[in-house]
């Protein structure tokens, strides 16, 4: 696993971080979050549909399980919070949606079976009002060049 972190001070460095990533957004991008209510997982997704030219208004799919966008490319948001099993997850069509275009889950590390081996996983922790450290982590498989933009990233934030 290759690992950086870095720290947020408010929603707006967050939003910046999750925008970067839809900026370097290619297919198949896959980012697995986690991180406790209220760490900054949602807003993370808000700013990575506003790099991937989404300007609709991004909300927790916490109840629909699903939230769909269509973007420069689409963007399949989950939220696994209140799933029970896998089975319904594959009842509303996870095997069609988890593949092409970027797939964000927040609650990822509730299912961790079901994140790809190329996934992104970024974990968010409250450490003060507005102070989040983030650590994102992923092994070889991940796409090569968003991981090389990462590394810049987190080396001047
Ligand atoms: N540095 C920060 N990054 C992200 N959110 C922050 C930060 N500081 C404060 N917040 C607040 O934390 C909350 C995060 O909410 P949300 O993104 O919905 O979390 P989650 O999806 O992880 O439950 C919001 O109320 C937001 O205003
Ligand atoms: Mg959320």
């Not at 370097?24 to 209220?38: C, W």
Request: glycine share 8%.
């Amino acid at each position: 696993m290759n690992e950086v972190s870095l720290l947020t001070k408010s929603v707006e460095e967050t939003t910046a971080l999750g925008e970067y990533f839809g900026r370097l957004a290619e297919k198949d991008l896959f980012i697995a979050l986690s991180g406790d209510l209220g760490a900054g997982k949602t807003h993370f997704v808000q700013g990575l549909a506003k790099g991937m030219g989404i300007s609709e208004t991004v909300t927790s799919p916490t109840f629909t399980i699903l939230n769909y966008y269509d973007g420069n490319l689409p963007l399949k948001h989950f939220d696994f919070y209140r799933l029970d099993d896998e089975e319904d997850l594959y009842n509303i069509g996870w095997e069609e949606y988890s593949i092409g275009g970027v797939i964000v889950a927040e609650w990822a590390d509730r299912f961790p079976g079901l994140i790809p081996v190329d996934a992104f996983w970024i974990d968010i922790k409250r450490t003060g009002e507005t102070d989040r450290e983030i650590s994102i982590s992923w092994d070889d498989r991940a796409p090569e060049t968003v991981a090389k933009e990462i590394e810049a990233y987190a080396a001047c934030h």
